[in-house]
């Protein structure tokens, strides 16, 4: 019953910008932290921001100063704004529900010129 989906993925090239978006349902979203990893080929997923119900971020290193995340409580949404992207941030991208254990399927983000 727990459905995360997301969309806006897509090609991109090296600079360029992408906004990706996550509806939730099936969830108490307001009360839930929700966060955004990705899964790089070859590489293991790894955890890129997280953001509480009261709207406190945290970003892994390798995107701080690129990525937001943000959310919208009366929508059950939550966002990631990707600026300057890279060829390193070419990865699946999942919506993540961390203490209810609820992943997306994922949507590609490929960087490339």
């Known amino acids: 019953q727990v459905q995360l989906a997301e969309s806006g993925g897509g090609l991109v090239q090296p600079g360029g910008s992408l906004r990706l978006s996550c509806t939730a349902s099936g969830i108490s979203f307001g009360v839930t932290t929700m966060a955004w990893g990705r899964q790089a080929p070859g590489k293991q997923r790894e955890l890129v921001a997280s953001?509480?119900?009261?709207?406190?971020?945290a970003y892994a290193d390798s995107v701080k100063g690129r990525f937001t995340i943000s959310r919208d409580n009366a929508k059950n949404t939550v966002d990631l704004q990707m600026n300057n992207v890279k060829p390193d941030d070419t990865a699946v991208y999942y919506c993540?529900?961390?203490?209810?254990?609820?992943w997306g399927q994922g949507t590609q983000v490929t960087v490339s010129s």
């Open positions: 953001i509480t119900p009261n709207g406190n971020s």
């Open positions: 993540n529900a961390p203490s209810p254990n609820a």
